[in-house]
């Protein structure tokens, strides 16, 4: 089906249930600074799907201004201290997992990050990051923005909110039953579509949420087109899941796509957001001002941007030094 403005794909959920393997979550590389947010994350792990490896990861900054060259033994003293407890976590609860520990001494901290997918081959790398907070700019313009741009992999990004509660600021997780409501932007594009097969191959998906954004229209008449036809699209794509057992519903928004999208997480309070790294309509790919950065940034519900083989991006080389 067509209509102005509008290509609809012919790749089915189908063939994206074939191609997908169902091991998004099997071997994790999660980066970690041993901050509030990364034991946060951390807790989480464990309750995740068909969890069979997680590789901690610590890298000591080397550039900082004020770095004393003379510290790095200490910190990477340290630093070993605190990963092997962050394992034996892990272990206590019944996942593999073990460490790395690098040194960069130039370049941004991500690239490392990056590098150590690229030797590792993870299925997913985990980031921690806070919901809505006047830090989730610089939280996601740093490590976490870097590693979201050039990942070769899919990337969850948990987010938490902090509240006020009888014992003070605490945080409030996310994680318990991440996939019992999922919210599934789609711009009808293959990858869109390949994205969508993957999250309803994952195990404990309890509800899938399809969300379309039209965000264009010459008048009302135009937009009342688009909407219907839009939805129609994907009440193909929910007979499909509600074939496997996966209850679906449809939605439909008007304005800006990744204001919806936020917005809509917030209204259904879903358990995590799942799109592609790439479409070929608004979700398009993960540049600066992109939906898909935007959704990333601004949304207080766990992201998961999930990408496919073949269309990885890498990042620029640099020269990083390799410790530990």
Request: net charge neutral; proline share 5%; with cysteine.
């Amino acid at each position: 089906m067509a209509a102005q403005g509008y290509i609809f794909s012919r790749f089915t959920l189908l063939q994206a249930w074939i191609w997908c393997d169902g091991e998004m979550f099997s071997r994790i590389l999660f980066p970690t600074d041993f901050s509030e947010h990364a034991k946060e994350t951390l807790d989480c792990i464990a309750g995740f799907p068909d969890v069979r490896e997680v590789i901690l990861l610590h890298v000591i900054d080397t550039s900082r201004p004020g770095f004393a060259p003379w510290g790095i033994s200490m910190m990477e003293e340290e630093a070993k201290r605190q990963l092997q407890s962050e394992c034996t976590i892990l272990q206590s609860r019944g996942v593999h997992a073990r460490a790395i520990m690098r040194t960069v001494s130039h370049g941004p901290v991500g690239e490392m990050v990056i590098r150590v997918a690229g030797e590792e081959n993870p299925s997913m790398i985990l980031v921690g990051a806070r919901g809505k907070s006047i830090l989730r700019d610089i939280l996601l313009g740093s490590v976490s923005g870097y590693v979201l741009r050039y990942s070769p992999c899919s990337v969850l990004i948990m987010k938490y909110r902090m509240v006020e509660g009888f014992r003070g600021k605490t945080f409030e997780k996310f994680c318990p039953m991440i996939l019992s409501r999922v919210l599934c932007p789609t711009d009808f594009s293959a990858p869109a579509r390949e994205a969508l097969g993957m999250v309803s191959g994952l195990c404990g998906i309890s509800e899938i949420i399809l969300l379309h954004v039209v965000d264009s229209g010459e008048n009302e008449e135009e937009i009342a087109m688009r909407k219907e036809e839009a939805l129609l699209e994907m009440e193909k794509d929910a007979r499909s899941l509600e074939k496997k057992h996966i209850p679906a519903r449809c939605l439909v928004r008007i304005g800006n796509p990744a204001n919806e999208i936020a917005r809509c997480a917030e209204e259904e309070d879903v358990s995590l957001i799942g799109f592609s790294s790439h479409g070929r309509g608004w979700l398009g790919g993960f540049i600066p001002g992109s939906t898909a950065q935007e959704v990333a940034r601004v949304a207080s519900r766990p992201v998961l941007v999930i990408r496919t083989p073949g269309r990885e991006k890498k990042g620029p080389s640099a020269d990083l030094k390799r410790s530990g």
